[in-house]
């Protein structure tokens, strides 16, 4: 399989902004191209909740209904690797969504989707693999800032 070695940054979603918000590690590409092969089409959320609330949780999309108290963060273009994918070269499109409580939280900082050993959530598709996904932050250079400025 052909190894991703660049993070991937989602499309720009969040209205006013022009940078990206949330980027996919190589680590998560990877994993996600082989959750793909066994789910099909995926999609992320992160509450603040319970049950690895600071934890991303990768569904099958559409498997969570989002709506009014959630942000679209961004959508990644995730690629085919070695797998047939469409003829632009990406298995398909990934939504990241946060409930918009924890958006309020967490907008000053650029997310980063990375992959460690261990299991988090039985929620998440990735929990059977020994593997959970896990945000890495930084802080944007003000709170008001957005990632457009940094």
């Known amino acids: ?4 070695t660049a993070d991937l ?10 940078a990206s918000r949330v980027a996919l590690t190589p680590a998560a590409i990877t994993l996600l191209q082989t959750l793909w092969a066994q789910h099909g089409p995926l999609m992320f959320h992160q509450s603040g909740g319970c049950c690895d609330g600071s934890s991303p949780m990768c569904y099958p999309a559409g498997e969570f209904i989002t709506g009014d108290a959630d942000v679209l963060l961004g959508v990644f273009d995730l690629p085919a690797g070695d797998a047939a994918g469409t003829e632009d070269g990406t298995l398909g499109e990934i939504d990241f969504w946060m409930s918009a409580e924890q958006f309020t939280y967490w ?3 650029r997310l980063r989707v990375d992959v460690v050993d261990g299991r988090g959530s039985g929620f998440s598709v ?5 593997k959970r996904f896990l945000i890495r932050s930084t802080l944007l250079p003000s709170p008001t800032d957005s990632p457009s400025a940094s």
């Open 9 to 18: 940054d989602a499309r720009v979603t969040v209205p006013g902004e022009s």
């Open 126 to 130: 990735e929990a059977p693999e020994g």
């Open 1 to 4: 399989m052909t190894t991703p």
């Open 107 to 109: 907008r000053h900082t």
